[in-house]
């Protein structure tokens, strides 16, 4: 048997590893080279190469922010919590985001709505890997962090939610017509000012004319600061309730909306309170004491905290109706409320 020197040794080793290696390397080529012909996938060695590949039909771009979750909490049985607008939004922004959609009636979706106290559904939480983009640190102000999660609060950037799962309840002054313990209490903050809402407001009694007490429709003031006339008509509006004659008074609001909305000053609404026979001297005191100023104060508030910035916007129950919808959508909704 012939034994081989230490440096003979060495130096079959060295030819060995140099096999091996060059074995790997023409390997991976050969895997890269499948990759890319059959579609199968990228190797690191391309990668490291490419930021950006075409293959099968796709592109495949490289990011440099992290991969984040975002769990999207919703209801499916919710008539108005599509996501898709707001998740159009989002991959603009954040686009390598991997999208979880979580049942709120599950027990998972029960502990997000519990942990971040969340109001709304659809309800949108993103894991910590968020806080490493740029989305983040443009815009950390707008999220609650839990638990190494963090609920981005969409109401506060103008999306506004499908279902609130704390909807507005009737409050003292609130001005409410049909029946107060209705299964379908119907909230609406109008302008009087409003064209939609003068269109929107026939829908209204329409519904109420339909569904008798099964429905209420209590109106709630948000006067829009670009119509300069609409405070003084809310101030009247409540003034005339305070007699009873809110719905006369709040139909020739809207009938004559362009006369009195391109007038100065109170005249208008005190002639009208003459000709529907209101005490003029109590609707007047009412109107100079601006007795009802901090109630539409407060009404503009609370839209406020609902994320609410246009006329009309309707609670039915739950559901948020944005703008002036027809009537059939009004009525689809009042339905699915009563289990129709």
Not at 17 to 25: D, K, M, P, R
Not at 173 to 195: H, K, R, S
Not at 306 to 330: Q, R
Request: charged share 20%; with cysteine.
């Amino acid at each position: 048997m012939t034994t081989l020197t230490p440096e003979k040794k060495k130096q079959q080793n060295l030819i060995a590893l140099a096999i091996v290696l060059g074995g790997l390397f023409a390997g991976s080529l050969l895997v890269d080279f499948v990759q890319l012909a059959t579609g199968s996938g990228f190797s690191q060695h391309i990668l490291r190469k490419l930021s950006v590949l075409e293959t099968n039909g796709k592109t495949w771009v490289a990011y440099e922010e992290p991969k984040v979750t975002l769990e999207v909490i919703t209801d499916k049985s919710c008539l108005t919590c599509n996501s898709e607008e707001a998740l159009t939004w989002i991959r603009r922004l954040v686009p390598t985001v991997e999208v979880v959609e979580i049942d709120g009636a599950s027990v998972l979706g029960k502990k997000r709505i519990e942990d971040f106290h969340l109001t709304v559904l659809p309800g949108f939480i993103f894991s910590e890997e968020i806080k490493d983009t740029q989305f983040y640190t443009e815009t950390a102000e707008l999220f609650q962090a839990v638990d190494k999660r963090f609920a981005f609060q969409m109401q506060k950037i103008g999306f506004t939610g499908g279902k609130y799962l704390n909807p507005p309840t009737k409050e003292t002054n609130d001005i409410t017509l049909g029946n107060p313990d209705a299964p379908v209490q119907v909230v609406v903050y109008t302008d009087f000012q409003c064209e939609f809402c003068k269109d929107f407001h026939k829908n209204l009694s329409q519904a109420l004319d339909e569904y008798d007490d099964q429905i209420s429709v209590t109106y709630r003031h948000l006067p829009l600061s670009f119509h300069t006339q609409a405070p003084l008509a809310a101030l009247a509006s409540q003034c005339a309730h305070a007699q009873g004659k809110f719905p006369s008074f709040s139909d020739k609001l809207f009938e004559d909306q362009a006369t009195w909305g391109n007038a100065t000053g109170g005249a208008w609404f005190r002639n009208q309170a003459q000709a529907l026979k209101l005490n003029s001297r109590e609707f007047n005191t009412c109107m100079n004491n601006k007795t009802y100023a901090e109630k539409i104060a407060h009404d503009a508030f609370s839209a406020e905290e609902f994320g609410l910035t246009g006329t009309p916007s309707t609670f039915v129950n739950t559901t948020l109706i944005s703008g002036a919808v027809d009537y059939a959508t009004l009525k689809r909704v009042i339905e699915y409320h009563l289990g129709k």
